[in-house]
């Protein structure tokens, strides 16, 4: 009887402290050692029991409630019930919350009257094992043999004919699993497998379901909102408060929030870690340590426990994923499919990766598994990697050096590409269209910028330098001149070509103009126009935005003649937008000298200017 009650016992706490059975628990210890200092010395050696499932297969009850998934769960459970699908596989990278909402499935068909059981795959298991072990959790008996039909009649015995759901958990590194899985169902028909996995089983006839991480806030934080309805901000709050007393979401915490979870993209697992440094550190604090863990060019200095389970996700993928999650990885922003193409025209140059996959191919695998997050802007479909994630792998792909040439020659493409791009969707701003190009360029505008800097850091200034003339009108447009301004501050121009220095200087008045720096726009724009190789196209900007600048500080006469000079040099040139502002400048110019039958005379032109160009 102490044998049994001793067995027992272990079984019930090791489940409940998720360990496995070892040979000093396989063993009772003896009453004769109970007094001794150190018991586990007395236990006698003897070969390591059966390994049993936690808690003999039952499904462990979690003190916390699961956030944000209640749909996920419901659906589930309604496919389950209804008898549809017999194989549902949760699949997503670690930390999304799989195995939580796996047994708050198996919990609700409980109470519904279904028998549920849990079984843990543990790494290097064997399919058949698993099932053994399944039976065994079942209350069965072991198989008469180590065969795959033998180990699945014998889940089907145990079961017998009750309903029953089996939660396989965590089986990513089980061999031959999708197999086991479809001869369990056809030998029980009243089984129905639950499966979480980092990567996808493709069961026949199963279905797949990504587990993604929890949705996050688009905008910031409105006084008067309650931060709760957002499931990332509500897990954070309720793992915040079980961490150290008084802590709420108020007007001074959520907004430090919100960055939070942003920055963590809504992964559960990171939110969870991130709340527990609430017990030392301000929520201020912790929104500085996760940045500079995760912004371009910061270290992965995350939990273990979290760098561990993404690391695992990474180092499964085949080559040509794991090079293309490197590739995403280095964009400061998120990627289209033209950047793939441009990826894909790339690697069938390359002897080494001509043979790869498509990396629109490849991309799917990435989304499948979880890996990298879908977003649909306005115009297109967007994709980029989980925060957390993206911080490993780009502190892995600066590493590694061996396919750095060709990520070089990707990005030298992509970068001659979106200046093509730019060009284009800067034409379309005066146009009906305008919203939709200035909508393209949100969607490029970070890889552009990421862009410029890389092609400065790399010795290629010509590239920088279209691209910031390219895209400067984009960034004029979307209220981003300051940052243009930056950007190509740093370009030095003594490494570029004598006609890209004036367009160079050109974008940069237009863009210090557009801030209120009038005398650097003036400075600039009289440069532009002393330098040789300067285009007539690029002249006529140059005279109107020095025009511009001098009515704005006040010197009206010689900005008219400048601006004469503008709206006469871009009317042959045939630049629109350069002659609107020319006639707006001449307008005010008019206005400040009293003139106001010709201000509104130039204003006129202005307007028939625009109904010609369709505006």
């Known amino acids: 009887k102490q044998k049994t009650a001793y ?72 496919r389950l019930r209804r008898g549809t699908v017999r194989a549902v596989t949760l699949v997503g990278p670690g930390g999304t919350g799989k195995t939580r909402v796996a047994w708050a499935v ?87 497998v639950l ?46 408060e079980r961490a150290t007393l008084g802590f709420t979401l108020d007007g001074t915490t959520t907004q430090a929030a919100l960055e939070l979870v942003r920055a963590l993209d809504g992964v559960p697992l990171a939110i969870e870690l991130a709340a527990a440094w609430l017990r030392t550190m301000r929520i201020e604090d912790v929104v500085d340590r996760v940045r500079r863990s995760v912004r371009p060019g910061g270290r992965n200095d995350g939990p273990d426990s979290l760098v561990a389970t993404i690391a695992w996700s990474v180092d499964h993928l085949p080559p040509s994923a794991h090079s293309l999650l490197h590739s995403i990885a280095l964009m400061p922003g998120d990627i289209g499919i033209r950047a793939l193409d441009l990826l894909g025209e790339v690697r069938r140059q390359d002897p080494e990766t001509a043979r790869w996959p498509d990396p629109v191919d490849d991309l799917a695998a990435l989304v499948d598994a979880g890996l990298v997050r879908m977003t649909t802007t306005r115009v297109q479909l967007r994709y ?36 093509a791009s730019a060009a284009e969707w800067s034409d379309e701003l005066s146009t009906p269209g305008g919203d939709l190009a200035l909508g393209r360029f949100a969607d490029e505008r970070p890889d552009i910028d990421g862009l ?14 279209a691209l910031v003339h390219a895209s400067h009108r984009l960034h004029i447009a979307s209220g981003r001149a300051g940052e243009l301004l930056s950007l190509a501050a740093r370009v030095p121009t003594g490494a570029i070509s004598s006609t890209q220095a004036p367009d160079l200087a050109v974008a940069m008045a237009r863009a210090a103009y557009h801030v209120g720096r009038h005398d650097q726009a003036e400075t600039l724009s009289r440069s532009a ?87």
């Open 7 to 78: 067995e027992i016992g272990v079984r019930l706490v090791g489940s409940e402290m998720c360990i496995r059975d070892s040979p000093q628990l396989a063993a009772p210890v003896p009453m004769s050692a109970a007094a001794t200092d150190h018991p586990a010395t007395t236990v006698p050696t003897q070969s390591r029991v059966a390994v049993r499932p936690r808690r003999e297969g039952r499904i462990p009850h979690v003190p916390t409630p699961l956030i944000g998934r209640s749909e996920l769960v419901d659906s589930i459970v309604r």
């Open 106 to 192: 198996a919990t609700a068909l409980g109470d519904a009257g279904r028998t549920s059981l849990a079984v843990v795959a543990e790494p290097g298991q064997l399919a058949v094992d698993l099932l053994s072990e399944t039976a065994l959790a079942a209350g069965g008996r072991a198989p008469s043999d180590n065969s795959m039909s033998a180990a699945a009649s014998a889940v089907a015995d145990a079961v017998g004919q009750q309903a029953a759901l089996v939660v396989l958990d965590g089986v990513e590194e089980v061999p031959d699993l999708s197999a086991a899985i479809e001869l369990l169902l056809e030998l029980a028909p009243s089984i129905t």
């Open 195 to 240: 499966a979480t996995s980092r990567l996808p089983l493709r069961v026949d006839g199963s279905l797949e379901l990504p587990v993604p991480p929890l949705p996050i806030p688009e905008s910031d934080w409105a006084p008067g909102a309650d931060p709760l309805e957002n499931p990332a901000l509500a897990l954070l709050a309720d793992r915040a």
């Open 384 to 419: 980029r990697l989980l925060g957390p994630l993206a911080a490993h792998v780009r502190a892995s792909a600066e590493a590694q050096t061996h396919f750095q040439a060709q990520r070089d020659r990707w990005r030298e493409r992509l970068a001659v590409d979106l200046a």
């Open 452 to 465: 410029i800097d890389w092609s400065v850091a790399t010795g290629r200034a010509p590239l920088a330098a």
């Open 529 to 615: 126009l002393n330098l040789p190789g300067v285009v007539p196209a690029t002249e006529a900007t140059a005279e109107c935005y020095l025009a511009a600048a001098l009515v704005a500080q006040g010197k009206v006469a010689d900005a008219e003649t400048h601006a004469q000079r503008a709206h006469a040099a871009a009317t042959e040139a045939g630049v629109y937008d350069t002659a609107a502002v020319a006639l707006s400048v001449l307008a005010i110019v008019a206005a400040v000298r009293g003139e106001f039958a010709l201000e509104q005379r130039r204003y006129e032109e202005r307007l028939a200017l625009a109904r010609a160009r369709g505006v």
